[in-house]
């Protein structure tokens, strides 16, 4: 019989991980096109009379992007782990109930309209996506609540049909578009880090720490969700609550990411697939260690995007799916027999 | 529909040059055609002589700011900023145009930013929005001595018999004080 996870091996794990993510960080934040010396970045800020370019590269251009890829990966594989897990359908991901099609939208509308303000430092680009992604995910579910109890076909196919619209309505964007307004869209569906202000970091931070939490919270109830919703409101579940949060808090934190780097395709799939087929399907654990692996995979995806064709760069989403791929089937032709959901 | 019809194909100054002298025979104006060579010609030579002496500034070439993308080594642009005396900030890339972070911008050692408007309006407008952005960082040269310039992208983003005009106000940014601004 397996071991049944115990808080202490939950704790060991995440803090494991924990440590990994945190080693990845200061591992690839030595990594880039310049080579700098640590002890010269560290050495303190440059003032105006002896500029100090290495710790301009370290703490202004590397540091905030590493920290940014960070909470975008957490974020992506923590709402892919809760969306498999509700819609009980392997191929879900974060953006399967058309929140990639709507932030794209409102990405293409924002560059489309070339309005110019900023709203806390963010881009137009950025609120607008954050808005089109939500807006959505609120249609989708709405459509969804009228088809049905536990409504997740309902759901997921109004989620691939609201996203074959806004697709629709993209493709016909991009046709009267100005080529400049094309390129800027297609670079930022493509996924692209920027280097952010602290502050926007501080907020996205925040804002996905907290959602995370609190899906780490019904996470025993995700367990049993996944078993089926008959049967999990036969043990005593609030079904529809826990459905509503999860879809919630999920969609929340993924149209924060995509508000901030762009979709970015594959993290949110393949690593909570991943994670589960190392260590199995128990959401208290999968949802932790999915997070920061996917913090993980994305510092390590978005460094090689930064440095593979320097000086110029890669959107890290070609990445991500390239290097992704293949590593994610070499998991699954090792590990297939140990798991029981493949077969 | 038996009209005669002329391609030309530009990438380069040369190809600019070879276009004119196809379009001077298809239209039996050699002599003009010529003559609009050796003006460009000429005046390129004069302000090489000018400039021989002077440094050449390294120049970041921003065809879009979000995100960052810059005028590679492999580009008619890259020639435009040699003949007006500077020379390109960013290394040989696999991108003609390759989007670029901001780790190359202060590791390239920018002297002077050059941005070619894009749309019809107000280029100070545009010169204002790439102040702010580049403010975020201080300490490349061309941002501390603020050596930012948006000029006329219709005189510099396409080859054509407006070369020297453009080459022109290029260099105008590059060497302020010998041309004047």
Sequence with gaps: MPRLLSPKILFLRIAAAALLLFLTMLLCSLVGTEEISLRTALTGSADALSPNPDFEI????????????????????????????????????PYILGISSGAGLGAMLAVISGVNWTLWGRSPIAVFAFAGALGTVWLVWMIGRVTGKFHVTGLLLAGVVVNACFSAVIMFLTSIAKSQDVYATIFWLMGNMNEEDFFVLWAGAGAVGAGLVALFFISPQLNAISFGATDAQSIGIDVRRTQFLAFAISAFITAVAVSLSGLIGFVGLIVPHAVRLVLGPDHRQL?????????????????????????????????????????????LMRYNKKVGWLT | MGYDCLTTDIWTVDDLFAGIEALGRATA??????????????????????????????????????????????????????????????????????PIGAEQVIAADVQVIIEPTMVKGDPSRQRDQALAHWHRLPTVPAVADGRIYVIDGDVVSRLGPRLYQGIETIAQCLHPDVLGE
């Design chain 2, 29 to 98: 104006r050699e002599a003009q055609a010529e003559q609009l060579i050796a003006g460009i010609t000429a005046k390129t030579r004069r302000l090489r002589e000018i400039l021989q002496d002077q440094d050449r500034p390294r120049v970041l070439w921003v065809v879009q700011r979000e995100p960052l993308r810059v005028a590679g080594q492999n580009t008619f642009i890259n020639e435009l900023i040699e003949l007006a005396g500077g020379q390109n900030a960013i290394g040989p890339t696999l991108h003609k145009y390759p």
């Design chain 1, 287 to 331: 949802l932790p260690l999915s997070s920061l692996v996917g913090a993980m995979f994305l510092v390590a995806a978005d460094t090689v995007a930064r440095v593979v064709v320097a000086p110029a760069q890669l959107p890290v989403g070609v990445i991500t799916a390239m290097v992704g791929g293949p590593f994610f089937l070499i998991l």
């Design chain 1, 58 to 93: 370290l703490m202004h251009v590397r540091v905030p992007r590493i920290i940014l890829a960070a909470i975008v990966g957490a974020a992506l594989a923590g709402a892919g782990v809760t969306f498999q897990a509700v819609l009980r359908n392997p191929l879900a991901d």
